[in-house]
């Protein structure tokens, strides 16, 4: 219900920006947000992962969506996507302060933090991750060696064929559509001569498959904020280690209440399955 809420929410306001037309896409004196683009699509992905490899208990569902654009693809959570859109609708003046406030509470949290950002005229994929040390940011070039399959199924309601690959040290099976002729997928996922309806690895712990999808016409916005530029492997090794520090923060937090503190150290140590492994 808290999923669906927001997103009525959210539709209603877009109804309204098309109706009073008051939202130019190319506009980017927010101080807020930066326009990047106009969406022309928004690719909602349910997302199954094993957070824990040795817990198959462990399995969790998130929503992520791929918006698709003039100039770039953007992948992220649901909830961060939302969030954001509402942000930005206030600072219109197009949701009022108790909508946008609503937003934070009506809608429950979930799904990976980081943001994907690419270009379609570059090779290189931005990577951005929020923290409370601030907002952390990497550049990295994704190549994809696909090797196309000759199977064909019925996924999601579309026609799909198959395709395979080796990425962050898995095994990948995609299925991807020829009916819908772009090239984009959930994550880093991409190249291929048709969307990709649905992608997993080898071992059924990470796996993304096509819920929705939707032309719309709504901005693609990008925090100005300043970010903490690292390399991939520095990145890497950043979030690593503050994911750690969190349990020592926990310490600090929750004082004496030991339980607490025996929960959320669990909680970090068994997420071990992150869907990059290399």
Not at 119 to 127: E, G, N, P, R
């Amino acid at each position: 219900m808290k999923r669906l809420s927001l997103l009525s929410l959210l539709i209603l306001a877009l109804t309204t920006i098309q109706a009073q037309n008051n939202v130019n896409v190319t506009d980017s004196d927010d101080s807020a947000f930066q326009v990047l683009d106009t969406i022309n699509y928004k690719c909602t992905y349910s997302y199954d992962y094993l957070s824990d490899s040795l817990n198959q208990d462990s399995k969790k569902v998130a929503y992520m969506v791929l918006l698709t654009g003039e100039k770039y693809t953007n992948f992220r959570s649901e909830y961060g996507y939302y969030i954001d859109s509402m942000l930005y609708l206030g600072s219109k003046g197009l949701a009022t302060h108790e909508q946008v406030d609503a937003s934070f509470t009506q809608y429950t949290p979930g799904g990976p933090k980081y943001k994907i950002l690419k270009a379609h005229d570059k090779l290189s994929t931005k990577v951005s991750y929020p923290t409370t040390e601030g907002l952390w940011e990497t550049k990295e070039t994704v190549n994809m060696d696909w090797t196309l399959g000759e199977q064909t199924d019925s996924i999601a309601g579309y026609f799909c064929k198959d395709a395979y690959m080796t990425f962050g040290g898995r095994k990948y099976t995609a299925w991807y559509t020829p009916d819908i002729a772009m090239p984009y997928g959930p994550y880093k996922f991409s190249g291929l001569p048709g969307l990709i309806v649905k992608i997993s690895d080898e071992q059924q712990s990470h796996i993304f498959e096509l819920e929705s999808m939707q032309k719309m016409k709504f901005v693609l916005i990008e925090e100005n904020k300043k970010s903490i530029k690292m390399t991939p492997k520095q990145f890497n090794k950043a979030i690593r280690n503050y994911r750690l520090g969190m349990i020592e923060k926990a310490k600090a937090w929750f004082g004496k209440d030991s339980e607490k503190v025996r929960n959320v150290t669990q909680k970090i140590l068994n997420e071990n399955n992150p869907i990059e492994l290399q």
